[in-house]
């Protein structure tokens, strides 16, 4: 079992920058391939970025590459997600994932690919 807990959301404005958190817990977390995703009101949850068990490699969707840098501390358990430039169509519910898939990056852009989920800490960008 992973207990996964997101924070760092908050208002901010178009043009700002926020760095999400995602803590989890248990002793194999560098075992769990890491993801984000987010959700927009009225939207489908949508893949933001994915990091390998090591963070040697990253994989983005392709609107966001550029201006948001997944990254994870094994040492701390923690992923964390950098978001520069921000817009109001950032605005969105933000929710971090763990996988026990050892699949290359590009596979795992589905919900279904992750086992454990956070419980989303929300990111508002006023125009």
């Known amino acids: 079992q992973v207990q996964l807990v997101e924070s760092g959301g908050g208002l901010v404005q178009t043009g700002?920058?926020?760095r999400l958190s995602c803590a989890a817990s248990g002793r194999t977390f560098?075992?769990?391939?890491?993801?984000?995703?987010?959700q927009a009101p009225g939207k489908e949850r949508e893949f933001v970025?994915?990091?390998?068990?090591?963070?040697?490699?990253?994989?983005?969707?392709?609107p966001l590459k550029g201006r948001f840098t997944i990254?994870?501390?094994?040492?701390?358990?923690?992923?964390?997600?950098?978001?520069?430039?921000l817009k109001p169509e950032?605005?969105?519910?933000?929710?971090?994932?763990?996988?026990?898939?050892?699949?290359?990056l590009v596979?795992?852009?589905?919900?279904?690919?992750?086992?454990?989920?956070?419980?989303?800490t929300q990111v508002t960008v006023s125009s």
């Open 30 to 38: 560098s075992s769990y391939v890491m993801g984000w995703f987010r």
């Open 107 to 120: 596979t795992m852009v589905g919900e279904r690919t992750y086992d454990y989920w956070g419980q989303g």
């Open 16 to 18: 700002g920058s926020l």
């Open 49 to 62: 970025a994915a990091i390998s068990r090591v963070g040697l490699s990253t994989y983005y969707a392709d």
């Open 90 to 104: 950032d605005t969105a519910v933000y929710y971090c994932a763990a996988s026990a898939a050892n699949r290359a």
């Open 71 to 85: 990254s994870r501390d094994n040492a701390k358990n923690t992923i964390y997600l950098r978001m520069n430039s």
